[in-house]
Nanobody
Framework: QVRLAESGGGLVQPGGSLRLSCAGS????????MNWYRQPPGKERELVAQ???????TYIESAKGRFTISRDNAWMRVYLQMDSLEPEDTAVYYC?????????WGQGTQVTVQG
């Protein structure tokens, strides 16, 4: 059974940092692309960052220079280091991947940025 479990969210002041973690299980982690999405209050879910099996990364424009996605295939984890956080980053953050033709999501972790 494919499982994704996020952790690391919380309340942080503007300018602060958080590191999100997503633990995967039940699939061949090292061969899949891993994604971080977020859903701000009242808005649609959007792709924030992506890392391929080869380690190539892409980011939403607003995250460039502030967020860093990385992966540890040995531990089957993907991380999202978020620095210089802004109130607009407030959202539920989800880990995502596609395995055997299906799209899988974690339960999400809340990130709230406020002074």
């Amino acid at each position: 059974q494919v499982r994704l479990a996020e952790s690391g969210g919380g309340l942080v002041q503007p300018g602060g940092s958080l590191r999100l973690s997503c633990a995967g299980s039940g699939f061949n982690f090292k061969i899949v692309t891993m994604n971080w999405y977020r859903q701000p209050p009242g808005k649609e879910r959007e792709l924030v960052a992506q890392i391929t099996s080869e380690g190539r990364t892409t980011y939403i424009e607003s995250a460039k220079g502030r967020f860093t996605i990385s992966r540890d295939n040995a531990w089957m984890r993907v991380y999202l280091q978020m620095d210089s956080l802004e109130p607009e980053d407030t959202a539920v953050y989800y880990c995502n991947t596609q395995v055997r033709g299906y799209t899988w999501w974690g339960q999400g972790t809340q990130v709230t940025v406020q002074g």
